[in-house]
Nanobody, 124 residues
């Protein structure tokens, strides 16, 4: 079992940057593909980015491609989401998730464990 704790959210002006972190418990972090999702008020949770177990492969939603970067440090049991060029429409609660079943999962059903979320608010 994996426990995930996100951090790094906050309030930022449009065009600014934030780096989210997700710390995982346990000694098998490298056995999980990791992903980030977000949920804005009144909207469904949506996929943002995913990284494979080794970190060699990544995948992004079109809405964040070129602005966000997902990376992981298996020695630190942590996955990151670097967010640059933030827009007001990026405002949401961001969740990290872990999957033991799929090499590069991009749907919520493919993930097994979820963090509690961290709020990101982008002002105009």
């Amino acid at each position: 079992q994996v426990q995930l704790v996100e951090s790094g959210g906050g309030l930022v002006q449009a065009g600014g940057s934030l780096r989210l972190s997700c710390a995982a418990s346990g000694r098998t972090f490298s056995s999980y593909a990791m992903g980030w999702f977000r949920q804005a008020p009144g909207k469904e949770r949506e996929f943002v980015a995913a990284v494979s177990r080794s970190g060699a492969s990544t995948y992004y939603a079109d809405s964040v491609k070129g602005r966000f970067t997902i990376a992981r440090d298996n020695a630190k049991n942590t996955v990151y989401l670097q967010m640059n060029g933030l827009k007001p429409e990026d405002t949401a609660v961001y969740y990290c998730a872990a999957s033991s079943r799929v090499p590069l999962p991009i749907t919520s059903l493919q993930y097994d464990y979820w963090g509690q979320g961290t709020q990101v608010t982008v002002s105009t």
